[in-house]
């Protein structure tokens, strides 16, 4: 049965981040960032453009691996 938690887990490892990571917690402090300045506190109550827009913005956002952000 695929679970959110297993997915979360196995995205980490396909971008070859570990959650100890330095790189991996600056990603995730970024997104936490853009998040809530853009009023975005859930993916899912977040609107299909507000999705978008955080989908487009990531690979700008600081922390990002240069080969990630190809």
Do not use: E, H
Not at 12 to 27: E, F, H, I, M, V
């Amino acid at each position: 049965m695929v679970m959110a938690k297993n997915l979360i887990k196995n995205s980490k490892a396909d971008l070859g981040w570990n959650t100890r990571d330095t790189d991996y917690t600056s990603c995730r402090n970024a997104v936490k960032d853009y998040c809530a300045q853009q009023n975005i506190q859930s993916w899912s109550g977040a609107s299909d453009a507000k999705r978008a827009a955080l989908i487009a913005a990531t690979p700008n956002l600081t922390g990002f691996r240069l080969a990630i952000r190809a």
